[in-house]
């Protein structure tokens, strides 16, 4: 039995968003394959994600030298902490979200830097950053309205590329993608090329 994390990073229902669609189809698909693993649902639009703040950074570097913490610093560094150990504890990932302004919703950009953390997800050596978090499998569902994937647009991509830097960094390697793109460039193709997306969600999920 695997323990699997599924992170929504989209407030908007799926009528609205496609990549609330991504995940509502993955989820559905992997629940009917995988009926024995526990899956856990992270709505990031829905948690408490107070901003990564100089007070939560203060905290959570003085609990890596062991020194007193005040008790702001003590109740946002156990809130960072508790978001990474539920991703640590988790056997696989599936994170959903959107490309917002060529990046990532803010409340996502928060969450990732909860999990940034040197000595539990990364360490550094004099060779550089090594990550720690080798033995996970991911999944990233990644929806955007224009074609980000080659041509002009391509260096605007700041959503799908970060989160994999991301993951990379953490020493992630085992990650497996379904984007869905140019849905609003070519509005009379929106309904096929999103279907496509659903099944290439539907079938990853299955084998995921």
Same mark, same amino acid.
């Given at each position: 039995?695997?323990?699997?994390?599924?992170?929504?990073?989209?407030?908007?229902?799926?009528?609205?968003?496609?990549?609330?669609?991504?995940?509502?189809?993955?989820?559905?698909?992997?629940?009917?394959?995988?009926?024995?693993?526990?899956?856990?649902?992270?709505? *990031?639009?829905?948690?408490?994600?107070? $901003?990564? #703040? !100089?007070? =939560?950074? %203060?905290?959570l570097h003085k609990e890596v030298a062991g020194e007193?913490?005040?008790?702001?610093?003590?109740?946002?560094?156990?809130?960072?902490?508790?978001?990474?150990?539920?991703?640590?504890?988790?056997?696989?990932?599936?994170?959903?979200?959107?490309?917002?302004?060529?990046?990532?919703?803010?409340?996502?950009?928060?969450?990732?830097?909860?999990?940034?953390?040197?000595?539990?997800?990364?360490?550094?050596?004099?060779?550089?950053?090594?990550?720690?978090?080798?033995?996970?499998?991911?999944?990233? *569902?990644?929806?955007?309205?224009?074609? $980000?994937? #080659? !041509?002009? =647009?391509? %260096?605007?991509?700041?959503?799908?590329?970060?989160?994999?830097?991301?993951?990379?960094?953490?020493?992630?390697?085992?990650?497996?993608?379904?984007?869905?793109?140019?849905?609003?460039?070519?509005?009379?193709?929106?309904?096929?090329?999103?279907?496509?997306?659903?099944?290439?969600?539907e079938l990853l999920a299955a084998k995921f």
């Open positions: 039995m695997s323990n699997v994390l599924f992170i929504k990073a989209n407030g908007l229902p799926a009528e609205s968003s496609v990549s609330v669609t991504l995940y509502e189809t993955f989820l559905e698909s992997y629940k009917k394959n995988h009926p024995a693993d526990q899956v856990t649902e992270l709505n *990031l639009f829905e948690a408490d994600l107070p $901003y990564y #703040d !100089g007070v =939560m950074m %203060s905290g007193p913490l005040s008790a702001d610093e003590k109740r946002l560094a156990d809130i960072a902490n508790g978001y990474l150990d539920q991703f640590l504890k988790a056997d696989k990932v599936v994170m959903a979200f959107p490309l917002w302004n060529f990046s990532i919703p803010a409340q996502f950009l928060t969450y990732l830097f909860y999990l940034n953390q040197a000595g539990k997800t990364f360490k550094y050596t004099p060779e550089g950053p090594v990550g720690l978090v080798g033995d996970k499998k991911v999944a990233l *569902l990644n929806a955007r309205g224009g074609i $980000y994937s #080659d !041509g002009p =647009m391509e %260096s605007y991509e700041m959503s799908l590329n970060y989160v994999k830097n991301i993951l990379n960094h953490f020493g992630i390697t085992d990650v497996e993608t379904v984007v869905v793109e140019g849905h609003n460039a070519a509005p009379d193709q929106a309904q096929t090329i999103i279907e496509a997306g659903r099944k290439e969600a």
